[in-house]
């Protein structure tokens, strides 16, 4: 049963699936944590591999970037695959100056400056939110590793490299947003759609306050650690 994005048969993904923006990334998810893993997408090259993780089957796919290219998907894989729960797994930049490199942020709400939501919802507002259990269950097992980690709101914003001098993501930290990234708000609302449970975990790769920016080696480290502590809550049933 193939979408136009997605070529697997039914019963090919797992009704658990991780997200990453790069699909490489997914493919190193699947080669380095999961048993057996078995590809079954590679339209556009966006990668995606079924396999095991803790006697459990898991799925991890790309999204690629920003708030359309990841709806797409999202609603292909739960409109046709029924898939039950999602998690992004990604990295973010700071916008909170008590946020360090390689922290753990856990998006229990995402803001946009997007206009999709704007459209879908014919100009109206909607709050993006995370599945509060998932959400619980990675902060508990965030702790039991001794993780330095944030719960609270993210911004998915269609910008990425903005204009010399733009200061206006300090409008967002004065209202409490942790960090900015690409995907959250949408993933979100289309799992809300299908009444599927979805969260987002992300490292801290750089700060916007401090100007620093972890290594390639720094953020594989701190990425283990956001792997498997996502790769656990996605398979515990709550």
């Known amino acids: 049963?193939?979408?136009?994005?997605?070529?697997?048969?039914?019963?090919?993904?797992?009704?658990?699936?991780?997200?990453?923006?790069?699909?490489?990334?997914?493919?190193?998810?699947?080669?380095t944590y999961l048993e057996k893993p078995k590809v079954f997408n590679e339209v556009r090259n966006m990668l995606g591999y079924t396999g095991i993780w803790k006697g459990e089957r898991v799925s991890v796919m790309g999204s690629g970037m920003g708030i359309p290219s990841i709806s797409?998907?999202?609603?292909?894989?739960?409109?046709?695959?029924?898939?039950?729960?999602?998690m992004r797994v990604g990295t973010c930049g700071a916008i909170q100056e008590h946020l360090a490199l390689k922290d753990l942020v856990i998006a229990v709400s995402a803001c946009t400056d997007s206009a999709?939501?704007?459209a879908r919802f014919f100009g109206a507002s909607y709050a993006p939110t995370a599945d509060f259990p998932m959400a619980v269950r990675a902060a508990e097992l965030a702790?039991?590793?001794?993780?330095?980690?944030?719960?609270?709101?993210?911004?998915?914003?269609?910008?990425f490299?903005?204009?010399?001098?733009?200061?206006?993501?300090?409008v967002w930290a004065d209202y409490g947003a942790l960090c900015l990234e690409m995907e959250t708000a949408g993933l979100y609302t289309i799992a809300a759609k299908h009444k599927v449970r979805a969260l987002t975990v992300l490292t801290v790769s750089d700060s916007l306050v401090s100007k620093q920016a972890a290594s390639s080696k720094e953020r594989e480290r701190s990425y283990?650690?956001?792997?498997?502590?996502?790769?656990?809550?996605?398979?515990?049933?709550?």
């Open 161 to 170: 490299y903005a204009h010399e001098g733009d200061l206006s993501w300090k």
């Open 1 to 31: 049963m193939a979408t136009p994005h997605i070529e697997a048969e039914t019963g090919d993904i797992a009704p658990l699936v991780l997200m990453s923006g790069d699909p490489l990334r997914a493919k190193y998810i699947a080669e």
């Open 224 to 238: 283990t650690g956001m792997m498997e502590t996502a790769l656990d809550t996605i398979i515990k049933k709550c």
């Open 72 to 86: 797409i998907y999202v609603e292909e894989l739960c409109r046709f695959y029924g898939v039950q729960r999602i």
């Open 116 to 118: 999709v939501n704007s």
């Open 143 to 159: 702790k039991q590793r001794g993780m330095n980690f944030h719960a609270g709101t993210v911004v998915s914003t269609d910008i």
